[in-house]
């Protein structure tokens, strides 16, 4: 093992791994209860504002833009501790959701709101809804045409 | 919203979204606790192999190989339960820890086994250790120069 690698995983020097986009994957968790609530990247524009405010700041992959998670749902993410990995190319975030506490687009309170159903008997996996209550309309919240 | 983004919202088909690398993400959850044990890559084999022996395989892209977890430490993952997201481009697996129960090459339950010290006293965030405890010498069970 190189000094680069030894100082990255067993160190305690913040040395956060951007991918050659730039990205770092985040994944979500709620403090409270351990569920997994979302997954994005952040830029280290994203990261820093995170950081300093305590809120969870993304880069949008799709709109090429920062994004304050809940900017316009009013969702928002308090950030109670953040975890990074052995080589430090993940962080995850654990969180508080604020509002209605939903943290995904849809309006249900995770974006992980399905799981695989796996049969033998089935040619491949379907997916069983884990929760199927969104809490808010998204149409009404983002508009008709917006995700 | 289209009907492709609707199927995969608000379907039960699944339909797991590789990226352009031909992998998709996958976060591994102790089914126990919740605790975030460590986050890799699939490609479509690695799925596949996943959901029909019921053992996290991965795709490698450091050694851009097919990689069953703990084929060399014999700490292998247990799959409980597969969860994907609202566009199905992430996965979450929660498992149960075989052998030691150690997810992490450095020989630690787990991958995220610190967390950031943010105080704005400092000029960036250090690293707190809240796992210190190698269950196994990752260069007895590696060898001196493998990760």
Redesign the interface.
Known sequence: ?NDD?YQR??????LPLFGADGLI?A?V?ESK????L??AHMNATALNLS?ETGFAHFWSRSRQSLWKKGETSGETLKID??????DQD?L?LKVTAQGLGTA???G?RS??????K?DPADD???????DNTPLFDPAEVYGK?A?
Chains 1, 2 share one sequence.
Do not use: A, N
């Open positions: 093992m690698t995983e067993e160190g305690d020097v913040f994957p994944v968790l209860t351990g569920h997994p979302m997954f950081v501790e953040i975890l990074t990995d052995c993940v995850v995904c687009h849809t249900r974006c992980f709101y399905r799981k695989l796996i491949r996996p379907r997916l069983l809804f884990i045409s995700k």
